[in-house]
């Protein structure tokens, strides 16, 4: 059985440090901005990936975890990860029954070397994954219908309330805090923790605006209404879930070389480039000053 008292042994780093750097485009507008290294959080479960997975797995009490991701899928990489420091079976169900045929891609071969189980399925089938009947068909094709289940990306309301201490290690730190958006459980978690007087500003990574109705529902399932003060700017997504281009490589690379930070790309760049144009563009008053949650890092 996973315990706190076993998850203490993996010795997570919290609260994760917060650092202030000297940046001249949010300077010359007269704004601090700070880095929430959730990244360092720990060496294998980064930033975001601990505060969600952490209470999922104690939640499992031993039994095995099955859980949902595309092919290159940091939350299975972190899944898998979990499965293999704490002795827990992990299942991934990877959308796109046609890489089942194919040989493993690096993510997923890292998956597999931690233990993980791996499921392919078709994406239509994929699409209907949080239908209880296909949900039940799933569970008894891998032989885990006693399963603990969480949700593709990791959020659910047990990964929202675990994020909500994020926001209280920065309550008090910061007038806006920054944060890359995929499914939207640590913004849910992060405005909820922030307190009176804080702000959250997600930044999504997919387009499509829909993500602020999947947010309060998770603050509904988690708190049972609406928890902070909260806004989503979705002009910074490059097109769509792993899309970047040169434009936001070079930015990147200009961003580590100035402060000396490995800059993951799917989120963290994205959400770098976001603050850095709303500096620019007078967003934030003089004298503010801005936390970025840094919640993950280049994989090998």
């Known amino acids: 059985m996973t315990s706190p008292d076993a998850l203490a042994t ?7 440090p917060l650092r202030e750097v000297r940046d001249d485009r949010f300077a010359r507008h007269g704004v601090r901005l700070l880095l929430k290294r959730d990244d360092l ?5 980064v930033g975001n990936k601990w505060r969600k997975l952490a209470p999922n797995v104690t939640a499992a009490h031993g039994r ?3 859980t949902f991701g595309g092919a290159y899928s940091n939350h299975l990489r972190a899944t898998a990860a979990a499965g293999r420091l704490l002795g827990l079976a992990t299942v991934g169900v990877v959308r796109g029954q046609e ?3 194919r040989p493993l891609n690096p993510s997923l071969a890292r998956c597999a070397a931690d233990g993980m189980r791996l499921h392919f ?3 239509s089938t994929y699409r209907r994954k949080a239908d209880p009947r296909t949900l039940a068909v ?6 885990a219908e006693d399963a603990w289940v ?7 309301a047990t990964a929202v309330r675990s994020c909500a201490a994020l926001g209280a290690e920065l309550r008090g730190q910061a007038d806006v805090v920054a944060i890359a958006c995929g499914t939207g459980g640590t913004l849910a978690g992060l405005a909820a923790g922030l307190g009176p007087g804080g702000r959250a500003l997600g930044i999504p990574v997919l387009k499509g605006g829909f993500l602020s109705t999947g947010i309060r529902s998770l603050q509904e399932a988690a708190f049972g209404g609406p928890r902070g003060d909260w806004h989503l700017d979705d002009r910074f997504h490059f097109g769509g879930y ?5 434009e936001l490589d070079a930015f990147a690379a200009d961003f580590e070389e100035r402060h000396g930070l490995a800059v993951e790309r799917v989120y963290v760049a994205k959400m770098l480039y976001g603050l850095v144009a709303l500096a620019e563009e007078g967003a934030f008053p003089r004298g503010s000053t801005v936390a970025a949650v840094i919640t993950g890092r280049p994989f090998p």
Request: hydrophobic share 40%; charged share 25%; net charge negative.
């Open 41 to 45: 959080i720990h060496p294998d479960l």
């Open 150 to 156: 969480v949700p593709e990306g990791g959020s659910n």
């Open 64 to 66: 095995p975890v099955l």
């Open 10 to 16: 993996l010795h997570p780093r919290l609260p994760s």
């Open 138 to 143: 799933l569970l008894r094709a891998v032989d």
């Open 242 to 246: 792993a899309r970047t281009g040169p």
């Open 121 to 123: 399925i078709d994406r």
């Open 99 to 101: 890489l089942a045929d």
